[in-house]
């Protein structure tokens, strides 16, 4: 039985409890991030830390992370649990104030909640076949930049594009890709550009986005980061995806049409080993 984190407190699973009133729970008031693990260390931590502040603060939190007591709290999970692959959940809440109530008390205190999930990342069947993708609009709340825990409408379409055969979904606005249910897209152009959309309100500022095109750079591969349409990632020689769970996963398949030759192409899968090997490298 894993040990968990809930405001203070190291507890068993099925211990962990918070309030019914909690905000998280009734409105979706919360922000999350999650961090990977690689032989015991952390992936990019500081990185994701960075975000939560960013998150918190777009939201009006007054809940402000102690990313040193994080740090610590993360590493003591990791150790209880034995994890030597896997991902740290993290989550805040706005917290409860006694009953529910549309407006919001900046007084509540905030709900803290950690655990781990053990789960194999290097050795992934998935990123060696290549992923199915399939489109739908976006129609997400307009502030996807923010890490928040409104995460349904993703969950309808990732388990939608499961029952029909493919592994996730990419969603579409105003004719342009946004980002995956869970990661951010990218397609690689018949000149070996990569192109991944710009940083905007439009898609979560990824942590794994901001690595794998440093790594990009350091391959002195040309990147641009722009609007590109449904007919371009038909017509692209590669696509990927990337994310803290899955790194870089490349695309075989969206909406039916073979991307390149229907098989990972030969930039995501480089991506993918050098990003492994940057950030294992450089895990705390």
Same mark, same amino acid.
């Given at each position: 039985?894993?040990?968990?984190?809930?405001?203070?407190?190291?507890?068993?699973?099925?211990?962990?409890?918070?309030?019914?009133?909690?905000?998280?729970?009734?409105?979706?008031?919360?922000?999350?991030?999650?961090?990977?693990v690689?032989?015991?260390?952390?992936?990019?931590?500081?990185?994701?830390?960075?975000?939560?502040a960013?998150s918190?603060?777009?939201?009006?939190?007054?809940?402000?992370?102690?990313?040193?007591?994080?740090?610590?709290?993360?590493?003591?999970?990791?150790k209880?649990?034995?994890v030597?692959?896997?991902?740290?959940?993290?989550?805040?809440?706005?917290?409860s104030?006694?009953?529910?109530?549309?407006?919001?008390?900046k007084d509540?205190? *905030?709900t803290?909640?950690l655990? %781990?999930?053990?789960k194999?990342?290097?050795?992934?069947?998935?990123?060696?076949? /290549?992923? =199915? &993708?399939?489109?739908?609009?976006?129609?997400?709340?307009?502030?996807?930049?923010?890490?928040?825990?409104q995460?349904?409408?993703?969950?309808?379409?990732?388990?939608?594009?499961a029952?029909?055969?493919?592994?996730?979904?990419?969603?579409?606005?105003d004719?342009?890709?946004t980002?995956?249910?869970?990661?951010?897209?990218?397609?690689?152009?018949?000149?070996?550009?990569?192109?991944?959309?710009?940083?905007?309100?439009?898609i979560?500022?990824?942590?794994?986005?901001?690595?794998v095109?440093?790594?990009?750079?350091?391959?002195?591969?040309?990147?641009?980061?722009?609007?590109?349409?449904?007919?371009?990632?038909?017509? *692209?020689?590669?696509?990927?995806? %990337?994310?803290?769970?899955a790194?870089?996963c490349?695309?075989?398949?969206?909406? /039916?049409? =073979? &991307?390149?030759?229907?098989?990972?192409?030969?930039?995501?899968?480089?991506?993918?080993?050098?990003?492994?090997?940057?950030?294992?490298?450089?895990?705390?």
């Amino acid at each position: 039985m894993r040990t968990v984190y809930v405001n203070g407190q190291y507890v068993p699973e099925n211990e962990a409890t918070i309030s019914i009133f909690d905000r998280s729970f009734l409105f979706a008031d919360g922000v999350y991030e999650v961090t990977s693990v690689l032989d015991g260390k952390l992936i990019d931590f500081n990185g994701h830390m960075t975000r939560l502040a960013r998150s918190l603060s777009e939201l009006g939190f007054t809940y402000v992370p102690d990313i040193d007591e994080l740090l610590a709290v993360h590493r003591e999970l990791v150790k209880r649990n034995n994890v030597t692959e896997g991902l740290v959940y993290l989550q805040v809440s706005r917290g409860s104030a006694g009953d529910r109530d549309f407006a919001i008390n900046k007084d509540t205190p *905030a709900t803290l909640v950690l655990f %781990t999930q053990s789960k194999s990342l290097i050795k992934s069947a998935l990123a060696e076949r /290549g992923q =199915k &993708i399939l489109t739908y609009p976006d129609v997400r709340w307009r502030r996807s930049d923010i890490k928040t825990v409104q995460l349904l409408y993703a969950s309808l379409l990732k388990t939608e594009a499961a029952a029909k055969g493919a592994d996730d979904a990419w969603m579409v606005l105003d004719g342009y890709i946004t980002e995956g249910s869970s990661n951010n897209a990218y397609i690689v152009t018949k000149d070996n550009v990569i192109v991944t959309r710009q940083l905007s309100n439009d898609i979560l500022h990824g942590i794994t986005r901001k690595a794998v095109l440093k790594c990009a750079d350091e391959l002195q591969l040309k990147v641009e980061e722009r609007l590109f349409t449904v007919d371009e990632v038909l017509n *692209a020689k590669e696509a990927f995806s %990337t994310s803290a769970s899955a790194f870089v996963c490349p695309v075989a398949e969206v909406d /039916g049409t =073979k &991307i390149g030759d229907g098989k990972p192409g030969p930039i995501a899968k480089r991506l993918r080993e050098i990003y492994i090997e940057a950030n294992r490298a450089a895990a705390i």
